[in-house]
């Protein structure tokens, strides 16, 4: 796509079709070409040519876009736009709730730490940026640390280990590394500034918050996430949302083509804890039974949901 006919911000429909080409044609050792898909009732409906010779027809359910903010999208836009300038080509997954940089230096900085990001054994690139930790000590009864922010979940980890009761306010950092020694190491940094003589005055600690990206190649940049609240009344909503795109889905299933895929795209600050695909497990499942694939994509991955048994699609004969 020239840089002339992109438009900010980016349609997550558009990412998802991308990264189901990249899964696609890994798993099944087949090119898979896309088109640019047809939006009708709020669901991106279109297909893949598999190997030039099969078609797989798609819709993509985009859980996303149905809770977009002006303000968030409009930071979205021109993250995307600041990357695309730098010659950069990824898709940069925000964590819940993160706020987007939007302004200089913000901008410079968040595109800095792009270009320093490091791959993963999954495949994805870690994109991390510096942040302050504070931790003061509440009082010397106790072992326990009362955690705001990203740390919140992870309290329990420093009973009994500190010498009195803290509080940590980790309300900078949404996003912890996917190294579980990367994690460890700061659990123990936390510990061991517990520790000072000078934590009830308060110490500060140095951290990496920490997002997930692909790296795409070549094309435009993508920045994928939501400003939609991970509660009862956002997870209602996208329950909703989803059920009426499944619905409108429904004529793909009826598509001429040799199979068909359901894509399901959603915000997640990791890719274990994405929800879409219960959600989908606790709906009526003859609303996506004509689905023979079906995944669901967040925070970088491609999860799959529902597959076949190999060598039952045309395409995935044993190579000879």
Do not use: C
């Not at 190997?51 to 999208?73: C, F, H, K, N």
């Not at 990824?90 to 964590?95: H, I, R, S, T, Y």
Request: hydrophobic share 40%.
């Amino acid at each position: 796509m020239a840089e002339t006919d992109r438009t900010y911000p980016s349609d997550p429909a558009a990412l998802a079709r991308e990264l189901f080409a990249r899964w696609a044609g890994a798993h099944y050792a087949r090119s898979f070409a896309q088109d640019t898909g047809e939006l009708i009732d709020g669901v991106t409906r279109g297909a893949f040519t598999v190997g030039r010779r099969w078609q797989l027809a798609y819709a993509v359910i985009d859980t996303i876009s149905p809770a977009a903010e002006m303000r968030y999208e409009a930071a979205r836009a021109a993250l995307e736009q600041r990357l695309d300038q730098s010659g950069h080509s990824v898709a940069v997954w925000v964590p819940r709730e993160a706020p987007i940089p939007a302004e200089e230096p913000a901008l410079s900085e968040f595109t800095i730490a792009v270009e320093q990001a490091q791959p993963i054994e999954d495949g994805r690139l870690e994109v991390r940026r510096p942040v302050t930790l504070h931790l003061r000590r509440t009082s010397t009864s106790g072992s326990v640390v009362t955690a705001l922010g990203g740390l919140q979940p992870h309290w329990a980890q420093f009973t009994n280990k500190v010498p009195g009761s803290f509080q940590l306010n980790s309300r900078d950092l949404y996003r912890l590394p996917n190294s579980e020694d990367d994690r460890l190491e700061l659990a123990n940094r936390i510990v061991q500034a517990a520790a000072q003589p000078d934590v009830d005055e308060g110490v500060q600690l140095t951290a990496e918050d920490v997002w997930t990206a692909n790296d795409l190649g070549e094309g435009r940049s993508y920045v994928i996430g939501s400003a939609a609240h991970d509660d009862d009344e956002s997870s209602a909503a996208v329950r909703r949302n989803t059920r009426r795109m499944l619905k409108a889905a429904e004529p793909v299933v009826r598509a001429d083509a040799d199979a068909r895929a359901l894509i399901v795209i959603g915000a997640s600050t990791y890719a274990d804890e994405e929800k879409l695909s219960w959600v989908l497990r606790g709906m009526d499942p003859r609303l996506y039974s004509g689905f023979d694939i079906i995944t669901v994509i967040t925070d970088g991955l491609v999860k799959v949901v529902l597959e076949p048994p190999r060598q039952t699609l045309p395409w995935d004969a044993p190579l000879g």
